[in-house]
């Protein structure tokens, strides 16, 4: 398995502004996942975040509104930006592991938007 | 595109009770399929996966096949605990080092 670390592991904010999850891996990996779990509902890919290269964003969510940094092969940022109550949910990230067949998820961030 | 279909929870049984939640997939290739569980107030955690036709997975008593022909993954436990309560999620991917596409999730409740 891998051990995964996320900071803040919640938060609540005011509308309007701004916040930076940080997920630490506890050894090199390619692809980084992030994800979003809306309240009572399933996790949704936000986006794929690999090292030296922009990450790709999936339907509906765009990098003026998620931008992401990768700045190494262990860890990567999401930037959940002017924050509105509609984006209070978990947020998670992933790495894969083994033959790159299973995703091992970090313990995720709630985060509560006012 | 890939989908995954659960059955809706929430489910209530008593301890020792038999489980079943029902686990349906849509893909275009050949999938792994996985179970996921959340405790209350965690992050996901792997329970087992499959990876071919007629694999099994099994991990901490919990068992899913891997059925192609019904193109199905039921999770299954022959005796529940009041710790199983969690909610749990089926997924599959295609290809290695592809997302995972996450079912709705189905809420358990076991009760003494």
């Known amino acids: 398995s891998a051990v995964i670390s996320q900071k803040p592991s919640r938060d609540i904010c005011q509308r309007g502004t701004s916040l930076t999850i940080q997920c630490q891996v506890d050894s090199q990996v390619t692809m980084m996942f992030w994800y979003r779990q809306q309240p009572g509902q399933s996790l949704t890919l936000i986006a794929t975040a690999n090292q030296g290269s922009e990450a790709t964003y999936e339907s509906g969510f765009v990098i003026d509104k998620f931008p992401i940094s990768r700045p190494n092969l262990t860890f990567s940022t999401l930037t959940v930006s002017n924050m509105s109550p509609e984006d209070s949910s978990i947020y998670l990230c992933?790495?894969?592991?083994?033959?790159?067949?299973?995703?091992?998820f970090g313990p995720g961030t709630r985060l509560t938007v006012l | 595109g890939n989908s995954v279909t659960q059955m809706e929870g929430p489910v209530t049984l008593s301890e020792e009770a038999f489980l079943t939640i029902n686990c349906t997939y849509t893909?275009?290739?050949?999938?792994?399929l996985f179970w996921y569980v959340q405790y209350p107030g965690e992050g996901l955690q792997l329970l087992l996966k499959a990876t071919k036709a007629d694999d099994k997975g099994s991990n901490k008593g919990f068992e899913a096949t891997y059925r192609k022909e019904t193109t199905s993954f039921h999770l299954e436990k022959g005796s529940v605990q009041v710790s199983d309560s969690a909610v749990y999620f089926c997924a599959l991917s295609e290809g290695g080092g592809n997302k995972l596409t996450f079912g709705t999730g189905t809420q358990l409740k076991v009760e003494l």
């Open positions: 893909a275009t290739g050949y999938p792994s």
């Open positions: 992933s790495v894969y592991r083994g033959r790159r067949d299973t995703q091992y």
